[in-house]
T-cell receptor, first 116, second 115 residues
Framework: TQLLEQSPQFLSIQEGENLTVYCNSS?????LQWYRQEPGEGPVLLVT?????EVKKLKRLTFQFGDARKDSSLHITAAQPGDTGLYLC????????????????FGQGTILTVHP | EAQVTQNPRYLITVTGKKLTVTCSQN?????MSWYRQDPGLGLRQIYY???????DKGDVPEGYKVSRKEKRNFPLILESPSPNQTSLYFC??????????????FGPGTRLTVL
């Protein structure tokens, strides 16, 4: 069974601070996805990273996939109260063309609270 | 509107009483999956289906059954629910084909309590 260790589990910060969430595994994944979940709703995809070393930016969020495709990080610059939520990383395995093999492994999640 | 729907959204039942949670998607996705979410454990995959009549076990399949008779529907069946199946359940769907990378669309969740 592939495992994804996500840290920290809880993060409570003040508006304007920077933060980084980590997602680590001993297994190689074909791609790594990051989701955000708000209370009472299902997770919503933020980004997918596919290539080792890849960096993607989504406004104040920066996502990186490790060179060996075993780890990933999410960095938020100048956090806002609207960033509050549960952040989940998920590792997928698929062929070179992006066709899924089916299983998706999630990390435990990071609950982020940004205080005004 | 493209969406994944689940019913019921909330359910309280008793041990041993068979139940079904329905899941339907209107995006013509080949891939569908069920997860349970428990505090501190993240989302754990129960079963998934790559297409009609094709289903496979995820990481925690014990005590659950699924079927995929139609492309749009993927019901989750608990034949004899037990208290340790009390959880928040999510259904998700995705394109399975090349370039999709299994990026999933999730339903709103079903909160199940087994007494």
């Amino acid at each position: 069974t592939q495992l994804l260790e996500q840290s920290p589990q809880f993060l409570s910060i003040q508006e304007g601070e920077n933060l980084t969430v980590y997602c680590n595994s001993s297994s190689v994944f074909s791609s790594l996805q990051w989701y955000r979940q708000e209370p009472g709703e299902g997770p919503v995809l933020l980004v997918t990273v596919v290539t080792g070393g890849e960096v993607k930016k989504l406004k104040r969020l920066t996502f990186q996939f490790g060179d060996a495709r075993k780890d990933s990080s999410l960095h938020i610059t100048a956090a806002q109260p609207g960033d509050t939520g549960l952040y989940l990383c998920a590792g997928a395995c698929h062929d070179a063309g992006g066709t899924s093999y089916g299983k998706l492994t999630f990390g435990q999640g990071t609950i982020l609270t940004v205080h005004p | 509107e493209a969406q994944v729907t689940q019913n019921p959204r909330y359910l309280i039942t008793v041990t041993g009483k068979k139940l079904t949670v329905t899941c339907s998607q209107n995006m013509n996705h080949e891939y569908m999956s069920w997860y349970r979410q428990d505090p501190g454990l993240g989302l754990r995959q129960i079963y998934y289906s790559m297409n009609v009549e094709v289903t496979d076990k995820g990481d925690v399949p014990e005590g659950y059954k699924v079927s995929r008779k139609e492309k749009r529907n993927f019901p989750l069946i608990l034949e004899s629910p037990s208290p340790n199946q009390t959880s928040l359940y999510f259904c998700a769907s995705s394109l399975a084909g090349g370039g999709s990378y299994n990026e999933q669309f999730f339903g709103p969740g079903t909160r199940l309590t087994v007494l």
